[in-house]
């Protein structure tokens, strides 16, 4: 019996894996990214049971594939573990020619009767409804003929306070099938499926990026594969693009990777200007209204 399980974790977080069968709990054998894995070390490793692994607080250098297997081999699993996107606010699709509404609703709670105003990437929207672009009603944006322009992180000033409400992306059509969406320096696992009624010979998988083979063996520190599964670590604008993997009864595209832009918010006060990234723009958006 095999079994994948992919997963993704916030950082500081356990994760468990756990290779009991049903035939019993004999001995396994514990692998990452095909390396044995070395559970001697208790500040990182808690083992519940010869079968039960516990990561504790899990960081960037636990990001990896797993594989136990027991002893006679009749019994494996899987587990891609990568950590989660710490872009915490929402995506909003849209497609060009369409029209949208975004609502204000920091915390969940809004006060009636108070004014906001709307930021797109850190600039202030005009009220412009003259222009029947963008129009402001209560508590809601209205985005008028959507373009690839209008594509960005809108957040609203709301009681003194300044909240990000959603990153919009912005489509040609509206198939949004086997498209992922990641940031820069994260990490991502892809798998080779191309439904139950195929089995595949994990001996013969081989991935390609826009129908060209993968270079795994030269890019070890970029790329782990084990069999179905592939692991990309640090993601730059260079991996950007369609991923399949060509098996013996075909080709399998797998998924339409898209980097997202880290937007650069600006935030201006009486004396200094500053520049910052994603990982630190709640907390900042929050002094900007102080």
Known sequence: ?????????????????????????????????????????????????????????????????????????DFSRKYLLTLKNEQDIPLTFETVGDE????????????????????????????DSQQNKYIYDEHVLSIKNITKNDAGVYSCQHSGSVHPMTR???????????RMYAFADEDIGLECY????????????IWLKDDKPLSLVNNQDKYVQDKTLLLIYNLSNEDTGVYSCKYSG??????????????????????????????????????MAA
């Open 168 to 178: 919009l992306i912005v489509e040609k059509n509206r198939s949004h099938t086997n």
């Open 100 to 127: 949208t509404g975004l609502y204000c609703y920091p915390d969940h709670k809004i006060t009636t009767g108070s004014n906001d105003v709307w930021l797109k990437d850190g600039k202030i929207l005009p009220n």
């Open 1 to 73: 019996q095999h079994a994948v399980y992919i997963h993704s974790v916030v950082t500081g977080e356990n994760y468990k894996m756990d290779c009991s069968s049903e035939t019993g709990n004999g001995r396994v054998t514990w692998i990452k990214n095909n390396k044995p894995l070395i559970l001697t070390n208790r500040n990182k490793y808690e083992v519940e049971s010869r079968n039960v692994v516990i990561i504790k607080n899990v960081t960037k250098e636990d990001v990896g594939i797993y594989f136990c297997e027991s002893k006679n081999k």
């Open 250 to 287: 075909g080709i399998h595209v797998v998924e339409n990777l898209i980097l997202l832009p880290v937007v650069m918010m600006q935030c201006f006060d009486q004396e200094t200007s500053q520049h910052i990234g994603k990982k630190f723009l709640r907390d900042v958006l929050h002094k």
């Open 194 to 205: 191309p439904g139950n009624k195929i089995k595949l010979d994990h001996n013969d998988v």
